[in-house]
């Protein structure tokens, strides 16, 4: 059989078909050679949109819908990251072009839109996702055509996937720190926990509170309100009962104005920390819609603040608003989106190679001293080495950074318990 | 829980708790009332109504940047001039809307709820359009932040107050326009039988437009007074529409006594539970509770009663 259909293809024709198959050779030794990297081939053998002078990667985020709000500081940061790579000379002497894609705040729409950009655009990686729900929905499609995301936010932990790189930090890192702060600084003996009622602010408390039992304290309340809640004069009055030392919150959204406006309302003054409140979800994107004058004086716990000082930090604020604007500010997941193109840059460096399976290997280890927020490292867990700071808000929507950790905290995505 | 405080702690915490729900009700008036007068008297279903709301609050977001940069001097009463461009923007809105769009669709109720819902969308991204997506922050004037000291632990919120005052002046106003005016005599003519109205010389068709400006317009107000307790962002609206269409059906669609009583119900309901349990589990039971008594009542509580 084999033999006969060999021989269907007539002598000349077979001659064409040799000298068209020599025809990229020739185009390649007749065009001046722009890539100062590897060879296509040998960097690509999985067939991702790699040319001799290119690279495609996926920008997948929220731009329309209730999500945008969030969601916006992280494409612009990561698109800011893809700029200046470029113009540091590209990865592995490639130029890296990105596709957006918009999952428009729809948890369906964000995995056929990876299924796009993996199975059609063939992208080498994708910065994206925001809320824990749409990371869920895509991971299945990232773990069955095995591609790589680099994903921003601050979440709950309990994941781990290959296929991801979490930029942010994950619960642990963020709460234990605080707590241990607040216990430490100011003589916390008592907490009411707050959130909106999901999976993030629910698991965030669960770890709240075994760490504050297990020092020995107590919690007072703890209290959930449905998304988009936008009455909390009632939990303001039991909290108001209870006196307890912290209010610790994790209410996002919408509901974050309305919780800071009436609690001003109802006569607390946090610049005179009775009760004190420690926040994880208040970054300085969502100051500007609660107004600074609002949450003057709150603590916030998160890896990094606009304010923080350091050299690579101010670069970074400067390119930032020089690309964006004056009156941009930048929150804690906008610096961890930042993060993403870069260390995925110096995993393709480390492994030479864009396939994705040598950069899941290459990443664990990989240091990214240049970061704004100072300094990372990727663990092995796939979760990033790094320092967590207390920020005191400021009427002018800023955080004054009044404590650091010593030092990096390590990511610790299955915390005792929660196996 | 209480047997650790004493009688004057517990007496201002329960003052305090009796105002958070009487304030919890203004919000639930000032939210439903312009929905209930569309859907009463028109039938027509807004499901765009949260959008209106905000569209009244952005007003407000532009006119107190205006009067910042313009008249700083004038800065603390920006907020009356705000609640008039609110008013004025979104009733003008809405009669366009009537003209262009609902008034084609009066005969097919579902077709209105699916027309009013794609406005809704297209106007949360005409917001994120012009505004951007990030919610703005509206800067009060100092007079309305912070709280009366009433006794050393009751403290009563001005911006609370205020909120209960509008909702009464706008449930005095609606109450007088439709029951004591030639105006709404017509409108209930309208609403009690259209062709006899039409037949003794009534312009029907005005009527509606107005009625629908007048809902959209009272829509504004309320989200410029949202802009003191709640975020004013594109999709905010959303908040206010559950609750909006719970308040309004429970009091019985056609009745504006049932959606006032209805309000008054469900947020006393609502925050007293929520003091007892926790925020979610308190709505729960509020909704769960509604949709019993909807069973029961499946007219709601007032329900008007008219020949057809």
């Known amino acids: 059989m084999k033999s006969q259909t060999y021989r269907t293809t007539s002598r000349p024709r077979r001659r064409l078909l040799a000298g068209l198959a020599a025809l990229p050779a020739l185009m390649a030794l007749a065009s001046p050679v722009f ?26 985020h929220s731009i329309t819908g209730t999500m945008a709000i969030s969601e916006i500081g992280s494409v612009q940061a990561e698109k800011l990251a893809i700029k200046q790579i470029n113009e540091s000379g590209g990865v592995l002497g490639r130029q890296i072009e990105f596709v957006q894609e918009d999952g428009a705040s729809d948890w369906p729409t964000f995995a056929e839109k990876t299924r796009k950009l993996l199975r059609q655009d063939n992208v080498a990686a994708i910065f994206g996702c925001w809320t824990s ?34 930029t942010g930090q994950e619960a642990t890192q963020q709460i234990l720190a605080g707590i241990d702060w607040a216990v430490k600084e100011k003589g916390a003996k008592t907490f009411y926990l707050l959130g909106s009622d999901y999976i993030w602010p629910r698991t965030s408390n669960k770890i709240a509170r075994k760490h ?48 800071y406006k009436q609690m001003k309302a109802a006569g607390v003054d946090f610049t005179k920390e009775s009760p004190l409140l420690l926040t994880i979800s208040v970054t300085e994107d969502e100051i500007r819609g609660i107004g600074g004058e609002n949450v003057e004086g709150i603590y916030a716990s998160m890896k990094y603040f606009q304010s923080l000082e350091n050299p690579n930090n101010e670069e970074f604020v400067a390119a930032f608003k020089e690309a964006y604007g004056d009156d941009m500010v930048i929150g804690d997941v906008t610096q961890a989106a ?65 404590y650091e950790t010593k030092e990096l905290m390590e990511p610790d995505p299955f915390p005792e318990g929660y196996k | 829980m209480f047997a650790d405080y004493s009688t004057t702690e517990l007496m201002s915490i329960f003052a305090m708790q009796g105002f958070a729900g009487l304030s919890l009700f203004s919000v639930f008036v000032l939210m439903a009332m312009g929905l209930a007068i569309i859907f009463g008297q028109m039938g027509v279903i807004n499901m765009a109504h949260g959008e209106f709301m905000i569209l009244g609050a952005y007003t407000t977001y532009l006119t107190a940047n205006l009067f910042e940069n313009y008249l700083p001097g004038l800065f603390a009463g920006y907020f ?32 209105t709820l699916l027309a009013t819902w794609g406005l809704s969308l297209i106007m949360q991204q005409a917001y994120r359009s012009i505004f951007g997506a990030r919610e703005v922050g509206v800067e009060l004037p100092q007079w309305m932040m912070g709280a009366f000291q009433v006794t050393d632990l009751v403290q009563i919120p001005i911006n609370g107050l205020f909120v209960m005052i509008i909702a009464l002046s ?92 209805s309000a008054f119900t469900i947020s006393q309901s609502q925050s007293t539970m929520e003091f007892f349990l926790s925020g979610s589990m308190a709505k729960v039971l509020t909704l769960l509770t509604v949709v019993i008594i909807l069973m029961l009542r499946p007219e709601g509580l007032m329900a008007l009663k008219v020949r057809r």
Request: proline share 4%; glycine share 10%.
């Open chain 1, 338 to 402: 930042y993060l993403g193109p870069w260390l995925w840059k110096m995993a393709v460096e480390k492994a030479g190679s864009f396939d994705i399976d040598k950069i899941r290997e290459a990443s664990p280890g990989i240091e990214f001293k240049k970061a704004p927020e100072g300094y990372v490292r990727i663990h092995e867990n796939h979760h990033l080495w790094s320092k967590t700071r207390i920020g005191r808000a400021q009427t002018n929507g800023q955080y004054e950074v009044v």
């Open chain 2, 170 to 261: 706008i449930a005095l106003a609606v109450y007088l326009l439709m029951f004591r005016s030639g105006w709404g005599r017509k409108v209930r003519a309208v609403v009690q039988n259209r062709p006899m109205a039409e037949a003794v010389g009534i312009n029907t068709a005005g009527v509606d437009r107005a009625t629908f400006a007048l809902g959209c317009g009272i829509a504004g107000v309320a989200g410029s007074a949202f802009t003191m307790i709640g975020s004013t962002g594109p999709s905010s609206g959303q908040a206010y529409i559950v609750d909006t269409f719970l308040v309004v059906v429970f009091g019985g669609a056609q009745s504006l006594i049932g959606t006032i009583v």
């Open chain 1, 212 to 259: 504050i039992e297990k020092k020995g304290l107590k919690v007072v309340g703890e209290e959930y309100y449905p998304l988009g809640h936008t009455q909390f004069n009632s939990v303001i009055n039991k909290i108001k009962l209870r006196k307890p030392d912290v209010i610790f919150a994790s209410v996002v959204g919408g509901s974050n104005v309305a919780f």
């Open chain 1, 35 to 60: 890539s100062a990297g590897p060879p296509t081939a040998e960097v690509n053998t999985t067939g991702l949109a790699v040319t001799d002078d290119t690279v495609q990667v996926g920008i997948l």
């Open chain 1, 133 to 166: 729900a749409s990371r869920k929905a895509v991971l299945p499609v990232m773990e069955q055509f095995n591609g790589m995301l680099y994903y921003p936010t601050f979440y709950e932990g309990l994941e781990q996937s290959p296929n991801v790189i979490y």
């Open chain 2, 80 to 111: 009356f001039v705000a609640m008039l461009l609110a008013f004025l923007f979104s009733a003008a809105l809405g009669a366009f809307v009537e003209w262009a769009m609902v008034r084609h669709l009066y005969r097919r109720p579902l077709d």
